[in-house]
């Protein structure tokens, strides 16, 4: 997991743990603020008073060497467990401390490093589960309000099918899921949270274990519904190429807390992200 940095770099334009201009100034409103937030367990602080933005539009990178805390932010970010200590507020309202399917009602989706896909359902099936509060989902409903179940139901399924087109994975549509491909388990998992309309979608490892063809795909996937349905997108990544072409921002957290916070090439070239990635090499070859 190498950084691409020149060998004359300077911290210049590069913003630091404030966030130059260049840093802030990308995409709308601030959607997403993460104030000071700890995480430790026992004595380690996995998150160490850390803070940024996301703001609206963006596709914001999130990087750092193995062990920089990133998979806690998202778990903090998603309640999937809660902060010490520090404030996160969606669209302005603090959701700190909230559990995870309030979240995810109010418009903010995640995936996994490891896809958590419904092995023995298929791939239609897994995303038609998505969507909430179904009025089918309870028996009085379903007794007395038929009509409006089976045309939701339906409007599931077309949304469903229509997501599975957009993915190209109408041809596995009835295939169990756990049998799909690496890759194809990680379109699934973008697929469940476009079931929702969602605002933000943080991606845990969108890359990892894709191959080269489905990663394309992935890639303009992400960048079409930025672009054109105006999701924005947080997400965690090791593929260097994936994420100096896709993201911007880019936040590199070291030691638990955001240590630059630029463009690409900013970040490319700034010699303490290039310092924290190789104390880590250097860590590990240590130990
Ligand atoms: N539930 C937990 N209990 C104890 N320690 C944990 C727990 N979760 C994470 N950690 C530790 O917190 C630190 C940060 O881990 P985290 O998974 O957030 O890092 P990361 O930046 O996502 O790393 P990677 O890129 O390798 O996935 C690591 O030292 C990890 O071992």
Known sequence: MAIQTTPTTSETAAASQDAGPSGTARGGEVLLEVRDVVKAFGGLHAVDHCSFDVRRGTITGLIGPNGAGKTT??????????PDSGTIRYRGQDITGLRPDQIFASGLCRTFQIPREHGTMSVLENLMLVPMRQKGEN??????????????????????????????????RDEYAGNLSGGQKKLLELGRTLMTGPELVLLDEPAAGVNRTLLKRL??????????????????????????????PVIVMSEGRKLVEGSPDEVRNNQSVLEAYLGGQYAAAEG
């Open 139 to 172: 028996i009085w409903n379903a007794w007395f309000h038929g009509a409006e179940v089976r045309r939701q139901e339906e409007q599931n399924r077309d949304k469903a099918l229509e997501v599975l087109g957009y993915l190209e994975l109408t041809h596995v």
């Open 219 to 248: 890639t303009s996937n992400i960048e079409y519904l930025s672009r054109e349905r105006g999701i924005t997108f947080l997400l965690i990544e090791h593929d260097m190429n994936m994420v100096m072409s896709l993201c911007d």
């Open 73 to 82: 932010m998202f778990n903090n970010i998603t309640g999937f467990i809660t």
